[in-house]
């Protein structure tokens, strides 16, 4: 059964779900049927991602009377690195268009004002410039304003070179960390692992968090885009765990859990 289909259901149409380990990758499992992706190849995950397995399992299994495809982050972005990122031509349309932020990076327009804006910036987006232009030997520049702003050109091959050396994995991860942050810079960051969700996060809404501490929060507004952020930022990262295979005891975490060498 595909997302797609299941999604297209509106229903929850399975009774149990399991995580079943192959020689070769992990498949998580609706009554005992692999799970495939919208475009219909089985879902196969990594030996070396069990934690992706188990978070999507959990996804599936806390679907109650209707499915929220919403609420299947880690679903989704394991089928775009499966369906769309197996292919040469989408990998490198798609990176293309993800070297276009950068000439819009969020972390790359600073403002003169007010004083609680600029502690801000100084704070979450002077260290990751800083780390950026170190670690990719870059000349980024800042802008003061949004109007007809490009990077340099030799700057942008050095990131073209960096997103051309992305997994597929690795580059879904980053695709969504750059929609969720809207700044190439920051979305390398947590690929790399030089800072986490919760800095990604607070490197995002600079602007927001400056507007709250002057305005105050707007209820139903601030706090949901506080929550979905994360949850994006958090879903990346989560996509790029990996760590040396070992069975778990099973019903460990309450998923059918089957092991086949």
């Given at each position: 059964m595909?997302?797609?289909?299941?999604?297209?259901?509106?229903k929850?149409?399975?009774?149990?779900?399991?995580?079943?380990?192959?020689?070769?990758?992990?498949?998580?499992?609706?009554?005992?049927?692999?799970?495939?992706?919208?475009?219909?190849?089985?879902?196969?995950?990594?030996?070396?991602?069990?934690?992706?397995?188990?978070?999507?399992?959990?996804?599936?299994?806390?679907?109650?009377?209707?499915?929220?495809?919403?609420?299947?982050?880690?679903?989704?972005?394991?089928?775009?690195?499966?369906?769309?990122?197996?292919?040469?031509?989408?990998?490198?349309?798609?990176?293309?268009?993800?070297?276009?932020?950068?000439?819009?990076?969020?972390?790359?327009?600073?403002?003169?004002?007010?004083?609680?804006l600029?502690?801000?910036q100084?704070?979450h987006?002077?260290?990751?410039?800083?780390?950026?232009?170190?670690?990719?030997?870059?000349?980024?520049?800042?802008?003061?304003?949004?109007?007809?702003?490009?990077?340099?050109?030799?700057?942008?091959?050095?990131?073209?070179?960096?997103?051309?050396?992305?997994?597929?994995?690795?580059?879904?991860?980053?695709?969504?960390?750059?929609y969720?942050?809207?700044?190439?810079?920051?979305?390398?960051?947590?690929?790399?692992?030089?800072?986490?969700?919760?800095?990604?996060?607070?490197?995002?809404?600079?602007?927001?968090?400056?507007?709250?501490?002057?305005?105050?929060?707007?209820?139903?507004?601030?706090?949901?885009?506080?929550?979905?952020?994360?949850?994006?930022?958090?879903?990346?990262?989560?996509?790029?765990v990996?760590?040396?295979?070992?069975?778990?005891?099973?019903?460990?975490?309450?998923?059918?859990?089957?092991?086949?060498?």
């Amino acid at each position: 059964m595909t997302a797609t289909e299941s999604q297209t259901t509106a229903k929850r149409f399975w009774r149990t779900v399991g995580v079943e380990y192959r020689s070769g990758s992990i498949l998580v499992t609706l009554d005992k049927r692999p799970l495939k992706t919208p475009a219909g190849a089985i879902l196969n995950i990594p030996r070396s991602k069990p934690l992706l397995a188990t978070l999507i399992a959990h996804e599936w299994d806390n679907q109650e009377i209707l499915i929220r495809p919403f609420a299947l982050p880690m679903t989704s972005l394991a089928a775009r690195a499966i369906d769309s990122f197996s292919n040469e031509q989408t990998r490198a349309e798609v990176r293309e268009s993800l070297l276009k932020y950068l000439d819009t990076d969020t972390i790359c327009f600073s403002e003169e004002y007010p004083p609680a804006l600029v502690d801000l910036q100084k704070s979450h987006w002077s260290p990751l410039l800083d780390w950026a232009r170190e670690e990719f030997r870059a000349d980024i520049q800042i802008f003061g304003s949004l109007m007809s702003n490009s990077q340099p050109r030799a700057t942008k091959d050095i990131f073209r070179r960096a997103l051309n050396d992305l997994d597929a994995w690795q580059l879904a991860s980053t695709e969504r960390a750059i929609y969720a942050s809207k700044s190439l810079i920051v979305a390398l960051a947590l690929v790399r692992g030089k800072i986490s969700v919760e800095e990604a996060a607070l490197a995002s809404q600079v602007e927001v968090a400056s507007q709250i501490q002057k305005w105050g929060e707007v209820e139903d507004s601030h706090d949901v885009e506080f929550h979905e952020i994360r949850r994006q930022l958090g879903s990346a990262a989560c996509l790029l765990v990996s760590s040396e295979f070992k069975p778990l005891p099973a019903g460990r975490l309450g998923i059918n859990e089957t092991y086949t060498s």
